[in-house]
């Protein structure tokens, strides 16, 4: 459960004004998990585990700082439903010992919290803006010396969102006049959308306005047609 409150609280609300009043938040959300190991051999096993679990609202996020984030009491936490399956080995020589775990991932996240522009002008608020899906692969290899030395080593592989393409056929001979063309490969949805995200205007920011894309005020990309604006 969480619970917030703050007694005569001055924040920006989202309409850019000020506001002064005691301001609260009241929500449940139950996270949950299982978590499993069974041992081939002594040295030997599978892991197994899924959670359902939440990234919390912070303070600022929920009620802005008074400066120039507006508050957001709407706002979800972020959450994901994760999958994880792994197996390890270990081997004992004298008083060497080597081990190694590798392991599948599967994250399914919602409701992903991110600052974006409010209406348009210098503030900002935040807002849950979409979902993504993530899997790979990782991998642990580690050696201990008479439990006095450890040395591991890890590397991963993950895919994100492995339904989308990207590709730019005439690159990298020539960035002028170029197409650069973002798609579904397959299991798209009519509630899916491939966006540019405006991040108002201001030295460095990407703006989308009536198709155009711009960089720190100069246009640099027009878009095709079932393009949006996040």
Known sequence: ?????VRNAVYLSRESTWQKSD???????M?????SRYKIRPNTGI?????????????????????NTS??????????DNIN????????????KFTI???YFFRNARDFIDSSPNGGGIYTSYENVGKARVQGLEADLRYDYSQLLEFSVNANYQIIDSGVSLSDPDSPSSFNGGNLTVSYIGGGSSQDYLTIKDEGAGAGHITVASGTVSYGGTAMVTLGLGLGIL
Do not use: W
């Not at 459960?1 to 409150?5: G, K």
């Not at 301001?23 to 959300?29: L, V």
């Not at 399956?85 to 060497?96: D, F, P, R, W």
């Open 1 to 5: 459960r969480l619970s917030t409150f």
């Open 23 to 29: 301001t609260s938040a009241n929500n449940n959300y």
């Open 31 to 35: 996270g949950y998990g299982i978590a």
């Open 47 to 67: 892991k197994l585990s899924y959670e359902h679990a939440y990234r919390l609202q912070e303070a600022e996020e929920l009620f802005g700082n008074g400066i």
């Open 71 to 80: 508050a957001n009491p709407k706002l979800k936490p972020e959450q994901s």
């Open 85 to 96: 399956l792994g197996a390890y080995y270990s081997h004992q020589l004298n008083k060497h």
């Open 101 to 103: 775990e590798a392991a």
